[in-house]
Nanobody, 115 residues
Framework: QVQLVESGGGLVQPGGSLRLSCAASGIIFSIYTMGWYRQAPGKQRELVATITSGGSTNYADSVKGRFTISRDNTKNTAYLQINSLKPEDTAVYYC?????????WGQGTQVTVSS
């Protein structure tokens, strides 16, 4: 059974940083494309960043240069380093694991950017 558990969210001031983690179990982690998505109140869930099994990354334009996605296949964990946080980054951040015919989501972690 696939399980994705996010952690690392919290309340941070504008300009601050956070590192989100997504611990995966029940999958052959190294072959999956891992992604981070977010959903702000009243808005649709949107792509933040993805990283393929080969390490290729893709970012939403709104986060390029501030967010960095990475993965550690030895720990079955994906990360999202978030820098220079803005109030508009406030959202629930979800981890996603995708492979042929498989698409799984974590429960989400709240990130709130406020002074």
């Amino acid at each position: 059974q696939v399980q994705l558990v996010e952690s690392g969210g919290g309340l941070v001031q504008p300009g601050g940083s956070l590192r989100l983690s997504c611990a995966a179990s029940g999958i052959i982690f190294s072959i999956y494309t891992m992604g981070w998505y977010r959903q702000a109140p009243g808005k649709q869930r949107e792509l933040v960043a993805t990283i393929t099994s080969g390490g290729s990354t893709n970012y939403a334009d709104s986060v390029k240069g501030r967010f960095t996605i990475s993965r550690d296949n030895t720990k079955n964990t994906a990360y999202l380093q978030i820098n220079s946080l803005k109030p508009e980054d406030t959202a629930v951040y979800y981890c996603n694991a995708k492979w042929i015919g498989y698409n799984s989501w974590g429960q989400g972690t709240q990130v709130t950017v406020s002074s």
